[in-house]
């Protein structure tokens, strides 16, 4: 969330940071909660203060053999007072902190300006379209001839938008996970996590999935659990409440999870196929660094990413996204786009998003200086690394073949053991 002693001293500039993301938002109800509160605090420290200053009193009086009952019972009516404003003072707290959590982060002053997707910034691309001499298939009807998605028995199992994978597409599947973990954790210096599946709602408020998005959520009957919408959450959470050393910054992790989203709001929004799925498998990383480093962590974060995209020799490229159309907890985000035949067009495969300290303090997240001791907020990052449904739907259409087969990337083999999809 946002800081409440930032927006005290810089309100303006606040303001009008929040507005480029929408005209509508504003700090000014925060400001006016936050008014009464430290009004209510300094009342209750004065009251404090007469209550303990009558109190001394008493001693004194009891010595020279003075009655102290009006005494007593003006510090019982003080008492009172006091216990009446800590319950108003509490309830001002209470909604400061909702009010505060409902206020998405201030975008970094340097993004585009805009109301939606169509003022984001192309900052690069990657490798050639492919030209085929022949119609080339989308993914949603060149994988079910090869028998390795099924569309129709994973509504059957579950609902739509889920997908049953089969023979060499689970194992595709597989080995995708495998290459980019092991790419990420061998070649990058990434941990990697195997997290819970399952967060509780303090874990979903730490990374900003709550109060905000929790109708795109799957929840637990009678549980304070919720399936993950990605490895971000639990894996960002992992030091919530906790003070970190200096030296052990920054952190780098990566996660495979499958992940889960209701994806309310997206009707009639890439219906076919695995680009908008309730459930799909993820590699994420995650990064806890410095505030001074954050910068540079992010824009490498960023090459992470694209770095597995180029070792796959998928075409892609990299936008930065406008104030309308950045997430809710990020300051700075970069989307990677992948070439998709089926579309026409790119599609995000990866978003990479600097959060500065925004999220840490949601979740509590500080670090100790080396140098003076003091304790700060770390800032987070995270992007996918990537999102692997995708990967294989652009691997099967852009790599697909006059005769209706699949080459597999180079760097895939190791991990599938054949080169080639055919029709068995």
Not at 189 to 207: F, R, W
């Amino acid at each position: 969330m946002l800081d409440i002693k930032l927006i005290r001293e810089n309100p303006q500039q606040i303001n009008e940071l929040l507005k480029r993301r929408n005209p509508d938002l504003s700090i000014d109800e925060v400001l006016l909660i936050d008014e009464n509160r430290r009004k209510l605090q300094f009342e209750l420290d004065n009251l404090r203060a007469e209550r303990k200053q009558e109190s001394n009193k008493i001693a004194q009086l009891k010595k020279q053999g003075e009655d102290t009952t009006q005494i007593q019972a003006e510090i019982r009516e003080l008492g009172e007072k006091a216990k009446n404003l800590e319950e108003k003072l509490a309830e001002l707290d209470l909604k400061q902190k909702e009010t505060l959590l409902c206020i998405p982060n201030t975008p970094d002053p340097d993004i585009p300006i805009g109301k939606d997707d169509s003022a984001n910034v192309e900052i690069e691309r990657y490798g050639e379209i492919p030209n085929f001499d022949f119609e080339p298939k989308a993914h949603w009807d060149l994988c079910p001839e090869l028998n390795m998605l099924d569309f129709e028995r994973g509504v059957k199992l579950a609902h739509t938008r889920f997908t049953l994978y089969r023979n060499l597409g689970a194992k595709l599947e597989r080995a995708i996970i495998n290459f980019f973990l092991d790419t990420h954790t061998q070649t990058r210096g990434y941990e990697e996590i195997i997290p819970p599946v399952l967060a509780n709602s303090k874990t979903m408020t730490g990374t900003g999935q709550l109060p905000k998005f929790k109708d795109d959520m799957f929840k637990c009957v009678d549980e304070d659990l919720y399936l993950i919408p990605t490895a971000e959450v639990p894996v960002t959470n992992i030091y919530q409440d906790e003070i970190l050393q200096e030296s052990d910054l920054p952190k780098y992790m990566t996660a495979y999870t499958p992940c889960f989203r209701k994806e309310a709001g997206s009707a009639g929004k890439d219906t076919r196929g695995l680009i908008r799925q309730h459930q799909f498998n993820k590699v994420e990383l995650v990064k806890l660094t410095r505030p001074e480093d954050s910068i540079v962590e992010h824009e490498k974060l960023t090459k992470d990413a694209q770095n597995v995209l180029e070792l796959l020799g998928l075409p892609y490229r990299k936008v930065c996204l406008s104030t309308g159309d950045i997430g809710f907890s990020a300051k700075k985000c970069y989307d990677l786009e992948v070439w998709m035949p089926s579309y026409n067009s790119y599609k995000e495969i990866s978003s990479c998003s600097n959060f500065g300290d925004y999220q840490a303090r949601r979740a509590n997240i500080r670090y100790r200086r080396k140098k003076d001791g003091v304790v700060d907020f770390v800032h987070t990052i995270n992007g996918s690394g990537l999102a692997v449904g995708r990967t294989l739907a652009a691997i099967c259409e852009n790599f697909q073949t006059k005769e209706g087969t699949i080459i597999i990337p180079e760097v895939l083999r190791k991990y599938t053991g054949f080169s080639e999809i055919k029709k068995m």
